[in-house]
């Protein structure tokens, strides 16, 4: 009897044995195809490498020409990209103003009433076309906010020459027997009116502190779109009316909200 259970024990410790070795040779099988599962990925990866095409720039993907499984070239064109946040805008200038081109000269885009948007400079300039008589010159733009696209057609401004100055709405400007006025808000002791009101005048008892409109006569330049050029009688901070100045009398008091500051 007991032979018989030492006889079963060695027979059971046989087929462990067994199963143990059956259990490491499967283990060796599966790092043998762990290994060339990793040796054929790299060779993917390897080969994909030849396939992929990186742009030479980040930017929005437009038409997409090729289709899966289509022979593509080196020439052949696969999809646009399109790049927004630097623009290029391309202008003619005519042959009598091309001398004056300079490479950095500042040029302004501007919208459908005639406002700039956006400043750029010129970039390049090319030679004068014998045919056209015009320079075609190119400005670049920094696209902030993603407002322009590319194609786009817009119109631009070349400045020729700059200065500092005042600008305000032509709605601003009164006249009056041949001269110009623009009413400004100031408090009752720093304007003109106790110089300018008649003596009796209930006005000259408004308090030291209370906002008037004081009519102040200015030199205007040129006009400008919508906007008039003032080369005297403003300073830079000062209020102004730019609506229902019809309405509205020298010294007589009002609220700041009706008046602005001009750029």
Known sequence: MAQTELNRAKADAQAQQAAIAKGKAQIVRNQKAVEQAKANLS???????????????SGVVGNIAAKPGAMASATTPLLTLTQNEQLEVQFQVSSE???????????????????AV???RISSISPLDPISQSVRAKAAFTNVGDVLRTSKFVRAR???????????P????????????IFVGQPFQNSDCKATLPKGSPLLKIEPDR??????SVQLGKIIGNNQEVLEGLSPGDRIAISNIMQLQNCIPITTETFVTPG
């Open 43 to 57: 060779e993917g990866n390897a080969q994909l490498s030849n396939y992929t095409i990186a742009a030479p720039f």
């Open 97 to 115: 103003r091309s001398s004056k081109l300079k490479q950095g000269q500042v040029v302004k885009l501007l919208d459908d009433k005639n406002r």
């Open 118 to 120: 956006r400043s750029g």
């Open 158 to 168: 070349v400045i020729w020459n700059s200065h500092s100055g005042l600008l305000v």
């Open 170 to 181: 032509a709605t601003a400007i009164s006249r009056l027997e041949g001269k110009d006025f």
């Open 211 to 216: 906002m008037v409109a004081n009519q102040q």
